[in-house]
T-cell receptor
Framework: DQQVKQNSPSLSVQEGRISILNCDYT??????FLWYKKYPAEGPTFLIS?????DKNEDGRFTVFLNKSAKHLSLHIVPSQPGDSAVYFC???????????FGTGTSLTVIP | DTGVSQNPRHKITKRGQNVTFRCDPI?????LYWYRQTLGQGPEFLTY????????KSRLLSDRFSAERPKGSFSTLEIQRTEQGDSAMYLC??????????????FGNGTRLTVT
């Protein structure tokens, strides 16, 4: 059973516009959420995270929003750049566990 | 380079052969993870070490798979009697031992295994 879901396999955005990537989860025990970016032939690279005690975390052009009641998180990239084109994975974990659970990824293409 | 290092980058083997992969984590990290990723899927948990102790192993992991982390430093993942279904990217990651919350995984570039 997939505890972390990314329902959009792909997304295309014009350069300079906002990219919004979405993620849903089912396990209410999750208390730590992360986004990773992956280029072909490379491992996932950590981007940004958020604890369940917050509803927003910003780092430069990247902002992650958490809606615990809806079990939903999103990653906003503003402004989008061609170098942001990659596959983005969301992930979640809980403090009493040792695993990180990943979604299936969303492929973002930023069009120059 | 202080990132997670994995060797080899690519491995092609014939069905039935044994293969071994190595992972060198970030030096100050005491947690080490192995994940597997297939096309169109996210990374899937295989096993996890805290220092030299293997604390968790996925129920999906058959007994053909074994992992070690002697002396709590590098780790090896061995697959015995490989099958075509083992073809995947094997990812190693490490993190600081501060509990799952607040300690992101840092991944290596993976070992791509192809079983013919």
């Amino acid at each position: 059973d997939q505890q972390v879901k990314q329902n959009s396999p792909s997304l295309s955005v014009q350069e300079g516009r906002i990219s919004i990537l979405n993620c849903d989860y089912t396990n209410s025990m999750f208390d730590y959420f992360l986004w990773y970016k992956k280029y072909p032939a490379e491992g996932p690279t950590f981007l940004i995270s958020i604890s369940s005690i917050k509803d927003k975390n910003e780092d430069g052009r990247f902002t992650v929003f958490l809606n615990k009641s809806a079990k939903h998180l999103s990653l906003h990239i503003v402004p989008s750049q061609p170098g942001d084109s990659a596959v983005y994975f969301c992930a979640a974990s809980y403090n009493t566990g040792n695993q990180f659970y990943f979604g299936t990824g969303t492929s973002l293409t930023v069009i120059p | 380079d202080t990132g997670v290092s994995q060797n080899p980058r690519h491995k092609i083997t014939k069905r039935g052969q044994n293969v071994t992969f190595r992972c060198d984590p970030i030096s100050e990290h005491n947690r080490l993870y192995w994940y597997r990723q297939t096309l169109g899927q996210g990374p899937e948990f295989l096993t996890y070490f805290q220092n030299e102790a293997q604390l968790e192993k996925s129920r999906l992991l058959s007994d053909r798979f074994s992992a070690e982390r002697p002396k709590g430093s590098f780790s090896t993942l061995e697959i015995q009697r490989t099958e075509q279904g083992d073809s995947a990217m094997y990812l190693c990651a490490s993190s600081l031992g501060q509990g799952a919350a607040g300690s992101p995984l840092h991944f290596g570039n993976g070992t791509r295994l192809t079983v013919t």
